[in-house]
């Protein structure tokens, strides 16, 4: 019996002049390896608004809320609830830019008030200048453009979304009048697009 409690004691004095073996935590933060996944965030400079990351979430923790403001324009937010994250890593391995969201290395993640566990990022829409219907955000668009290069001024909706954000057009206004060929040189939805190209080619379609 006496054993035993000779090695207690030199392990506790041991301890004692060594210091604990656990990190004092949260004294100071835990020293992390380089692998550690934590809170998601975004960048919004990298970020285009294409909603791909809520796509891809395995738990739904990112909610994509489109919004009309009171000017009139149409605003996205990707709200992303790290509450309910479970870290997987699928919004960044599947993010269109590839730098629009990325795990950081923030695990202190606790509190009281789970409405405020959010990281969003914002983006403004383009509307469809025929039906109102929203198209996808202006960014996203921008993107798409510089990734086509020249092929892109084969889409109107493209490169007029990119003069509109350059605020080098002004868009004139329809009236009510049917549609005409002057329609094509707008920004458009697919479907008005559609139904634009179709009464080019045969005849009033809507
Ligand atoms: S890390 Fe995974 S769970 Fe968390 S937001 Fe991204 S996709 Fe969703
Ligand atoms: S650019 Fe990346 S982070 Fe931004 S909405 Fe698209 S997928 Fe999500």
Same mark, same amino acid.
């Given at each position: 019996?006496?054993?035993?409690?000779?090695?207690?004691?030199?392990?506790?004095?041991?301890?004692?002049?060594?210091?604990?073996?656990?990190?004092?935590?949260?004294?100071?933060?835990?020293?992390?390896?380089?692998?550690?996944?934590?809170?998601?965030?975004?960048?919004?400079?990298?970020?285009?608004?294409?909603?791909?990351?809520?796509?891809?979430?395995?738990?739904?923790?990112?909610?994509?809320?489109?919004?009309?403001?009171?000017?009139?324009?149409?605003?996205?937010?990707?709200?992303?609830?790290?509450?309910?994250?479970?870290?997987?890593?699928?919004?960044?391995? @599947?993010?269109?830019?590839?730098? !629009?969201?990325?795990? #950081?290395?923030?695990?202190?993640?606790?509190?009281? $008030? *789970? =409405?405020?566990?959010?990281?969003?990022?914002?983006?403004?829409?383009?509307?469809?200048?025929?039906?109102?219907?929203?198209?996808?955000?202006?960014?996203?668009?921008?993107?798409?453009?510089?990734?086509?290069?020249?092929?892109?001024?084969?889409?109107?909706?493209?490169?007029? @979304?990119?003069?509109?954000?350059? !605020?080098?057009?002004? #868009?004139?206004?329809?009236?009510?009048?049917?549609? $005409? *060929? =002057?329609?094509?040189?707008?920004?458009?939805?697919?479907?008005?697009?559609?139904?634009?190209?179709?009464?080019?080619?045969?005849?009033?379609?809507?």
């Amino acid at each position: 019996m006496k054993r035993p409690k000779l090695r207690e004691l030199k392990e506790a004095v041991t301890s004692l002049l060594k210091g604990p073996y656990t990190h004092p935590f949260p004294a100071q933060p835990t020293p992390l390896p380089a692998w550690i996944r934590g809170r998601p965030t975004y960048d919004p400079e990298g970020c285009i608004g294409c909603g791909a990351c809520a796509e891809v979430c395995p738990v739904r923790a990112i909610e994509v809320r489109d919004e009309a403001r009171d000017d009139g324009t149409w605003w996205r937010t990707l709200v992303l609830h790290f509450d309910n994250c479970v870290f997987c890593g699928e919004c960044m391995r @599947a993010c269109t830019t590839q730098q !629009g969201v990325a795990l #950081s290395q923030d695990y202190e993640l606790s509190g009281f $008030d *789970r =409405s405020t566990m959010v990281e969003t990022v914002e983006k403004q829409l383009v509307v469809c200048e025929l039906c109102g219907g929203r198209i996808t955000a202006r960014d996203h668009l921008a993107w798409i453009h510089r990734r086509l290069g020249p092929v892109a001024a084969a889409n109107p909706t493209l490169y007029l @979304a990119t003069h509109d954000a350059l !605020g080098l057009r002004e #868009s004139a206004p329809r009236d009510g009048r049917p549609l $005409d *060929r =002057s329609d094509i040189q707008r920004v458009l939805c697919p479907a008005c697009r559609r139904s634009v190209t179709l009464m080019d080619e045969w005849g009033p379609v809507l």
